[in-house]
């Protein structure tokens, strides 16, 4: 599985917070809404812009749109292990 830069960074920033599992469970509860949750963030990138990059947000999206990709994102979202 590889997982770009990102998606690394997220994952770190999500761990870092702590909610990490709680990002994982959500996309895993949300399953085929994500689809919509992708179109959603296509529509609002101009709104996010400020937020995130052009770049981050189309990761985002294609993390929602397809659900292998979903999936990878879950199993490294539950996987990661913090550097000590």
Same mark, same amino acid.
């Given at each position: 599985? @590889?997982? &770009?830069?990102?998606?690394?960074?997220?994952?770190?920033?999500?761990? @870092?917070?702590?909610?990490?599992?709680?990002?994982?469970?959500?996309?895993?509860?949300?399953?085929?809404?994500?689809?919509?949750g992708a179109q959603l963030?296509?529509?609002s990138q101009p709104i996010?812009?400020?937020?995130?990059?052009?770049?981050?947000? &189309?990761?985002?999206?294609?993390?929602?749109e397809d659900p292998s990709?979903?999936?990878?994102?879950?199993?490294?979202?539950?996987?990661?292990?913090?550097?000590?």
């Amino acid at each position: 599985m @590889k997982i &770009d830069k990102n998606r690394e960074n997220w994952i770190k920033i999500l761990n @870092k917070l702590r909610l990490h599992h709680l990002a994982a469970t959500i996309l895993e509860a949300l399953g085929p809404i994500n689809l919509l949750g992708a179109q959603l963030v296509y529509i609002s990138q101009p709104i996010l812009s400020p937020i995130i990059s052009l770049e981050q947000s &189309d990761d985002l999206a294609r993390i929602l749109e397809d659900p292998s990709e979903t999936a990878d994102f879950i199993t490294a979202l539950r996987s990661f292990e913090s550097p000590s």
